[in-house]
């Protein structure tokens, strides 16, 4: 069985990799460790994207989440408490570096057994997959092994989605399709081979290697927060409607996300 190993930054102080842009690494760690930003980070960490992780159909797979060795203990305790449970989970402290070359090493260096291919997924900590993602990471790499074998990586991409807004009233979201995004993308790359899933800009990763395309069913839920980073600047509004009952279910079966588990974290303000 291949190894899955899936990376997760929350609010790494990183050199570089963020579009919100800071004079100093001082100011990018205040704003990272804003008490009002980490609230909002974790009540998504904790209702959106831990409980999918949760879930998996396929539960063999390596969680490594990076964080600043700056973190508040309150914080990093809380990031304990939150995780205990899930032996897939690696919480590792880092000093800021460059985002894409820490990141790198920092993929190497999970990896177990270097003559076996390895399967790499990137994950945010505001998003969802489905429950079944491993799975079906895994499976695409079976399926596809005479191509695998022909290149030093090949990726998998399931695009079709959700973005979704979370809050007090519950879940707002619209269907999307968009290719490459950065939660249901996952690569396996060659046996003895240094390549990472940091080596590529994920919309850009199809100028660099075969991307085998799904059309499943929705795959990942983006949520659309008051801090994402991408969205700090000027973007085009997307519009999202409240889910219906019949959604709200589906989003507990697709992506283990209760809209009464959200609702009542939000309402804590």
Known sequence: MLQAIGLCR??????????????????????????????????LFETVALPCLKAQTDPNFDLIIVVGNQFPKQHMDRMHDITAGMPQVQIQEHEPAKQRERMKD??????????????HFRYDDDDAVAIDLVEKL????ED?????D???AVAFDWHKG???????????AVEMDRLHY??????????????????FAHEKINKFMPV????????????????????????????????????????????????DVIRETFSKG
Not at 106 to 119: F, G, N, Y
Not at 218 to 245: E, Y
């Open 138 to 141: 895994r499976e695409a790499a």
């Open 144 to 148: 596809t092994e005479g191509l695998c």
């Open 182 to 199: 950065v939660a249901s993308l996952g690569v396996r790359i060659q046996a003895n081979d240094g390549l990472t899933i940091m080596n």
């Open 10 to 43: 929350f609010s790494y102080p990183a050199l570089g990799g963020f579009q919100v842009e800071h004079e100093t690494i001082e100011e990018r760690i205040a704003y990272l460790y804003e008490e009002k930003r980490l609230e909002e980070r974790f009540q």
């Open 162 to 172: 959700y973005v979704a807004e979370f809050g007090a009233d519950g879940i707002a």
């Open 150 to 152: 022909k290149h030093r």
């Open 212 to 259: 085998v395309s799904y059309p499943d069913e929705q795959m990942w839920v983006r949520s659309h927060n008051g801090f994402n980073d991408s969205r700090q600047k000027k973007v085009k509004p997307v519009s999202v409607t409240p889910l219906t009952g019949e959604q709200e279910l589906e989003f507990v079966n697709r992506f283990a996300i209760n809209a």
């Open 106 to 119: 920092i993929m190497r260096a999970a990896r177990r057994d270097k003559s076996k291919p390895v399967l």
